[in-house]
Antibody, heavy 119, light 113 residues
Framework: EVQLVESGGGLVQPGGSLRLSCAAS????????IDWVRQAPGKGLEWVGR??????????EYAASVKGRFTISRDDSKSTLYLQMNSLKSEDTAVYYC??????????WGQGTLVTVSS | DIVMTQSPDSLAVSLGERATINCKSS????????????LAWFQQKPGQPPKLLIY???TRESGVPDRFSGSESGTDFTLTISSLQAEDVAVYYC?????????FGQGTKLEIK
């Protein structure tokens, strides 16, 4: 069974840092693109960034709103994707989801982890 | 960046009636090499992550009821629910995955009239 489990969310002060994890199971992690998508409270979905698969050199892509502050990395030996978030702002408050892409479709989402940036 | 604009923002439809949600991309999201539009539709119910309904603009995901269908015309895309059921109450999002940033539409809230 495919599973994506996010963790690492919590309360952090503006300007602080946090690292989210997305632990995957039930599939060959290195074969898949994995995205981070966030959703601010009561708002819509916002694409945050992507880690491509091993065949595509683990290339990363970022939304302009997080580029230079957020970094995506992955450890295929642990089947885990990370989102390192630095210089956090109040507008980064959101539920963060990791999602799996397979053959041109986003077929699995985790349950999300809540990040709250507040003093 | 490609901007995705959904309409309407909210919609109330009677049970058993048709619901139609529109999504327009600010530029073509058709990949000429495979003639596919890189457009997906998601359904999100309260307190849950989104669920994939449609990909490649008109291909229904496995397990999704056949009352859900997607269509395309140029840069205009439509999600149709042919006969609304109570369990279809949700927010629906389109997303382009043609080029980064892979933007979502703002969402359409579907309710029962």
């Amino acid at each position: 069974e495919v599973q994506l489990v996010e963790s690492g969310g919590g309360l952090v002060q503006p300007g602080g840092s946090l690292r989210l994890s997305c632990a995957a199971s039930g599939f060959t992690f290195s074969d898949h693109y994995i995205d981070w998508v966030r959703q601010a409270p009561g708002k819509g979905l916002e694409w945050v960034g992507r880690s491509k698969n091993k065949a595509n050199g683990y290339t990363t892509e970022y939304a302009a709103s997080v580029k230079g502050r957020f970094t995506i990395s992955r450890d295929d030996s642990k089947s885990t994707l990370y989102l390192q978030m630095n210089s956090l702002k109040s507008e980064d408050t959101a539920v963060y989801y990791c999602t799996r892409w397979t053959a041109g479709r986003c077929d699995y989402w985790g349950q999300g982890t809540l990040v709250t940036v507040s003093s | 960046d490609i901007v995705m604009t959904q309409s309407p923002d909210s919609l109330a439809v009677s049970l058993g009636e048709r619901a139609t949600i529109n999504c327009k991309s600010s530029q073509s999201i058709l990949y000429s090499s495979n003639n596919k539009n890189y457009l997906a539709w998601f359904q999100q119910k309260p307190g849950q992550p989104p669920k994939l309904l449609i990909y490649w603009a008109s291909t229904r995901e496995s397990g999704v009821p056949d009352r859900f269908s997607g269509s395309e015309s140029g840069t205009d895309f439509t999600l149709t629910i042919s006969s609304l059921q109570a369990e279809d109450v949700a927010v629906y999002y389109c997303q382009q995955y043609y080029s980064p940033p892979y933007n979502f539409g703002q969402g359409t809230k579907l309710e029962i009239k």
